[in-house]
């Protein structure tokens, strides 16, 4: 079949451009209904994926590869962050500020984009695109979905249900549209004007946007090893190594690696591999054979560059994707695998001795998600986080900002990188994108500002003090 636009089939090329035309159609019905109004909509479609979170989990675990209970979690996020959009919907908005000029109100109006186009990728097909669907919709968007090719018959299901309750309110479905496909749609989607926002997470190869990032955990001397090491664990081995929030490196300190590695060692051990579906499972397989390939690789280098494999590192005799969950040690902190982002259960295990160092290597690298120390001293926390109590004021009410801690998006104590909350705002900076999806003031990114002045005197003031006789 010929091909055309940015790679694209022509046929490819004209479904796209109907879905889009569609979606804009339906933006324009959208808009038009009272946010509160809107935000019913959307709790109802929490409710629908709600009803159907087993079957919608079973099939995130069929297609994708995590465990069941993974799965089943996954689609609750969905539906917790519509519960959330629902009361936001009644508190978007912007404040009315004090005008320089007699009889005049400044006031801050907020509206919506218009259309925003979003594309997940297959580790996370449901809770990605909820994150955005839910606070776009209640922003007055129209949205135009392109999950992970990977992962279709999730992005199918879960359109359908949204389209259900669209329509049962006689509301066009096109409002949360679908297209499948390769990088090739999602280029198009990109390239396209008529996008008003694209909100995308993947890999460098299909976007210029990075959302695979890696994750750093640091763990000094005062730590309580109890919470280390699950931890650890759950953050290294979860979703076998797949959540872009997976703990990729280890910072330990020099006085209690040892002891740390040889318990992690053991946990690691006891960790139950088996079927996704089996609930007594906590670790599934990888989701395609080129992961299983890119886990090889990553082994292989990490042992030519001087790395010590404590456990695991090998493919796992039975039917499926399935890989040990890997424990490296022995390597430098800036060697080149240990900045490279693999998708797959490898923990690079580190040696530090001081404070000033461990932070300085957190941030070298060009990603930044999510960053987690374990640590009892509170002054330490407050480096970590940017900001520290400044010692000249009473009661250490005052906070300095000091931006030598973490540089991540994400920035934890004593918790594990992964399992963020919905009430914060998701996202990364640096390689990682400085955009925010979910919670705190991430309604903002689906909206247009404008400051709005009304004259509502009978005189004219004009501003800076302009006169004209």
């Known amino acids: 079949m010929q091909k055309l636009f940015c790679g694209i089939s022509f046929g490819d090329l004209i479904f796209l451009t109907l879905m889009l035309k569609k979606a804009k159609e339906a933006w324009k019905v959208w808009a038009d209904i009272p946010a509160p109004k809107r935000g019913e909509i959307v709790r109802q479609i929490g409710d629908a994926l709600r009803q159907k979170i087993k079957v919608l989990g079973s099939l995130v675990s069929l297609e994708m590869g995590k465990i069941f209970v993974e799965g089943v979690g996954e689609v609750q996020e969905y539906v917790d962050v519509c519960d959330y959009a629902v009361g936001l919907s009644r508190m978007i908005g912007g404040p009315i500020l004090p005008s320089e000029r007699p009889g005049h109100a400044l006031i801050e109006q907020w509206n919506p984009v218009g259309l925003v186009g979003v594309i997940t990728a297959f580790n996370f097909p449901v809770a990605v695109y909820g994150w955005n669907s839910a606070i776009a919709m209640i922003c007055g968007n129209a949205c135009l979905w392109k999950g992970a090719p990977t992962t279709s018959l999730v992005s199918v299901a879960v359109t359908k249900i949204i389209a259900k309750v669209l329509e049962d309110n006689k509301l066009p479905g096109a409002i949360c549209s679908l297209v499948c496909g390769g990088a090739d749609i999602g280029t198009a989607m990109a390239r396209d004007e008529r996008m008003d926002l694209l909100s995308f997470t993947g890999s460098t190869k299909v976007g210029k946007q990075v959302a695979l990032m890696v994750q750093e955990r640091f763990v000094f001397e005062d730590a309580d090893l109890n919470l280390v090491i699950p931890s650890a664990l759950f953050a290294a081995v979860g979703t076998a190594g797949q959540r872009c929030t997976t703990a990729r490196r ?220």
């Open 250 to 469: 280890l910072f330990l300190h020099e006085s209690i690696h040892d002891e740390v590695v040889a318990k992690l060692a053991k946990a690691y051990a006891q960790v139950r591999i088996g079927d996704p579906w089996d609930s007594d499972t906590l670790y599934g397989p990888l989701h395609t054979k080129e992961a299983v390939k890119m886990f090889l690789d990553a082994v292989e280098q990490a042992k030519q560059q001087g790395g010590s494999v404590v456990c695991g590192g090998k493919v796992i005799n039975r039917p499926g994707n399935y890989v040990e969950p890997t424990i490296v040690t022995g390597l430098p902190h800036d060697a080149p695998i240990v900045h490279t982002e693999t998708f797959a259960p490898i923990l690079y295990v580190l040696k530090f001795k001081e404070e000033e160092e461990v932070f300085a290597w957190n941030n070298e690298v060009k990603q930044g998600l999510s960053s987690s120390i374990f640590t009892k001293d509170l002054g330490r926390i407050f480096r970590w986080e940017g900001t520290f109590p400044d010692p000249k004021e009473e009661l250490y009410l005052i906070f300095v900002c000091r931006p030598k801690g973490s540089d991540c998006g994400i920035v934890n104590v004593n918790i594990p990188t992964s399992g963020a909350e919905i009430g914060g705002a998701f996202g990364g900076e640096k390689h990682t994108g400085g955009g925010r999806e979910s919670g705190s003031d991430s309604w903002k990114l689906y909206m247009r500002r404008s400051t709005c002045t009304i004259n509502y005197s009978k005189d004219l003031p004009l501003a800076q003090g302009i006169k004209f006789q």
